[in-house]
């Protein structure tokens, strides 16, 4: 017998060999009708697999991440399956689960496919998923896997194979579609209730632009029609709220060619909201003890050396820029961290000083793969929030919190109500990912946990995910749409100081390590505004907003009034513009709508008279008229009340 240990903590005995399934229907019949796969010891499997010795185990459904990943993995097989069937001589590539849905890379091998394929295919899927295939698990030795894919002359299977181990190679069989694969998968195709495959692009095998090219088809399936429905819904109001669409209407950002892929372009409405944005937390900064600080958009090869940069990120940065010296080499800047270490390091630093906290809105460079770029969420050159804290280690925990107040006073202040802390630490097994002392990692870890628990978070734990130098605290963000977003992060750092030797003179009057911690509230400019502009569908907070008022003059014969009001409202810093256009009221105040302004101060001979506005907000309609001396205090202090947040 073995010792099954359940998540509420309880333990029920079984035969060795029980299986998942097994125990789900031990517990109840409805549980195991809904079971998808298992996580046992902390390792997603099959619901199929027998387990051999005492271990913990969590029946995952639909409703756990987990569960949901096996089920589009599985879809991914179903569909290949379908590939299959229609064209024979397909070769498959990949095919992986991913944050909605899954994909399969594949090459059609010179036969005819275009996108109106795709209802033929969603067609022979559902025809599959119908006879209910189980997918089945076999453990495969590497010569004989090898063989049968020289047999189907798949070369990418093939060279997959090539980096896998004897003893760990397994096949995963449903109907006549067998495919190399780790897995998991759900017991059989039967649960896959509803299919849609949603676009068709280019992928290069092993996203390397030295290799062929592969037909990606991207699809997302569900375990009821209904749920199916609900997601096209969620589709097309995420098309609505694109802000590469949003961000084009709206004249706040552009992209060139010859500029650069990745490389964005703020336009001047867009250049305005940044600068919002940043003087926004500049402000929160000095109030809480930061020093602004200036650094290049270029260092020498050696400073990411010393940091560790260049040996974990090199391959992923622009190639080095060599001078008419010898041996001279600069990186374009792909991380703050190492400059601000230097500028600790300028002079001596006694513990009196501590903590020292350098704050600079920095930008920085990384080579992204050309398929991966997507807007303002993942360019080549972005501009980070960056500030890094120099203390004590007796400072480390209450330097931590007040950063995860500073992210919380800039979420609510901008509309995000809904929000985890996922505490991000080491890989459990692998620990060849991470630089520095064992008890120091340990020491990091444990007051990332102490400080969310003592600011009362709602967090999650998830191993792997540190960074490379420390653990760290990300702030997972859900938008109006529930899509989540990695946001704010803060990061524990013993090791760069080791790295770069940094020194405070201690109460003792010797030398002393003193601890980093790297934060960033928007995490980048430029991701921050692309989350923002979707969450907020364009209507950007009154503070924030580029134009925030627009005054309408009736006609011509109020213009001179107009442009009166229109200086008033910017010697008051409110920004706007008038619209002297020849047109009806009607048709200005639609156009102000669509710019998305908040306030249209309609101004006639009435108006004129009375010395007075005609007041319209967007999404409330007409709030009847005002003095402008009384729309100035009403505007102000409804920015007051927005950022009236206690940052202490």
């Not at 275009?114 to 495969?140: C, F, G, T």
């Not at 350098?358 to 770029?373: K, M, N, P």
Request: charged share 30%; with cysteine.
């Amino acid at each position: 017998m073995i010792n099954i240990t359940l998540p509420d903590g309880s333990v029920r005995q079984y035969e060795q060999g029980v299986t998942s399934m097994q125990i789900a229907l031990s517990i109840s019949e409805g549980l195991a009708r809904n079971v998808l796969a298992a996580k046992v010891n902390g390792e997603v499997w099959d619901a199929s697999r027998p387990i051999s010795q005492d271990a913990t185990v969590q029946l995952l459904t639909w409703n756990d991440t987990e569960g949901k990943k096996t089920f589009w993995h599985s879809s991914a097989h179903l569909m290949a399956e379908a590939l299959q069937a229609l064209y024979p001589n397909t070769k498959f590539g990949i095919g992986p689960a991913i944050d909605n849905g899954f994909y399969y890379d594949v090459d059609f091998n010179g036969q005819s496919f275009s996108s109106d394929d795709l209802v033929k295919i969603e067609e022979k899927m559902n025809e599959l998923a119908k006879q209910k295939s189980e997918y089945v698990r076999k453990e495969v030795a590497k010569k004989e896997a090898v063989a049968y894919f020289t047999e189907k002359n798949d070369p990418y299977k093939l060279e997959l194979i090539e980096g896998l181990e004897d003893g760990n190679i397994t096949f995963y069989t449903q109907g006549s579609f067998v495919d190399l694969c780790r897995g998991p998968h759900i017991p059989n195709t039967g649960f896959i209730k509803a299919i849609k495959l949603l676009n068709v692009a280019g992928a290069y095998w092993r996203g390397d632009e030295k290799n062929k090219q592969l037909t990606r088809i991207y699809g997302i399936t569900f375990p009821k029609a209904k749920e199916l429905e609900e997601y096209l819904h969620f589709l097309e109001e995420a098309k609505k709220r694109d802000h590469r669409r949003l961000g084009k209407e709206l004249e706040l950002f552009t992209f060139s060619e010859k500029v650069g892929m990745g490389l964005p372009l703020w336009l001047p409405k867009g250049a305005v909201l940044r600068e919002r944005l940043e003087n926004f937390l500049k402000k929160a900064q000095v109030r809480a003890g930061y020093q602004q600080v200036v650094t290049p958009h270029i260092g020498g090869k050696q400073l990411y050396v010393t940091s560790g940069h260049y040996e974990k990120y090199g391959k992923d940065s622009f190639q080095p820029i060599r001078t008419p010296d010898v041996d001279e080499e600069f990186l374009l800047k792909p991380m703050n961290c190492p400059h601000h270490c230097e500028i600790y390091k300028s002079k001596p630093r006694s513990y009196r000083d501590l903590p020292i906290r350098f704050a600079e809105f920095g930008t920085v460079y990384r080579y992204e793969q050309s398929g991966e770029l997507h807007g303002l969420t993942r360019v080549r050159g972005f501009t980070q929030d960056d500030a890094h804290i120099f203390c004590r280690p007796d400072q480390v925990k209450e330097e931590f919190k007040k950063v995860i107040d500073l992210v919380l006073y800039v979420f609510n202040a901008l509309g995000f109500e809904d929000y985890t802390a996922q505490i991000s630490l080491r890989d459990q097994i692998d620990r060849s990912k991470y630089i520095g002392d064992e008890a120091l990692w340990e020491r990091a870890e444990q007051e990332i946990s102490e400080a969310a628990a003592e600011k009362n978070l709602k967090t999650v734990v998830e191993y792997g995910e540190a960074a490379f130098y420390g653990p760290k605290l990300d702030f997972m963000v859900k938008d109006a749409l529930g899509r989540k977003w990695q946001l704010g992060t803060i990061q524990v750092d013993y090791q760069l100081p080791n790295r770069f030797e940094l020194e405070y003179t201690g109460a003792d009057n010797q030398k002393h390590r003193p601890v980093m911690i790297h934060r960033a509230p928007f995490g980048s400019m430029e991701r921050f505004t692309a989350v923002l502009l979707e969450h907020c569908a364009g209507n950007f907070p009154l503070w924030l907003a580029p134009e925030q008022i627009a005054v309408l003059p009736i006609s011509e014969k109020y213009h001179d009034y107009a442009k009166e009001v229109f200086l008033s409202l910017q010697e008051k810093d409110i920004r706007g513009f008038m619209d002297e256009r020849d047109e009806k009221i009607g048709r200005k105040i639609r156009d102000a709508e669509v710019k998305k302004v908040p306030y249209m101060l309609i101004v006639g001979e009435k108006e004129q008279a009375e010395g007075a506005i005609s007041i319209r907000k967007k999404g409330e309609g007409d709030l009847g008229t005002m003095k402008l001396d009384d729309f100035i205090i009403h505007f102000q202090t409804e920015i007051d009340k927005m950022l009236a947040i206690n940052t202490n």
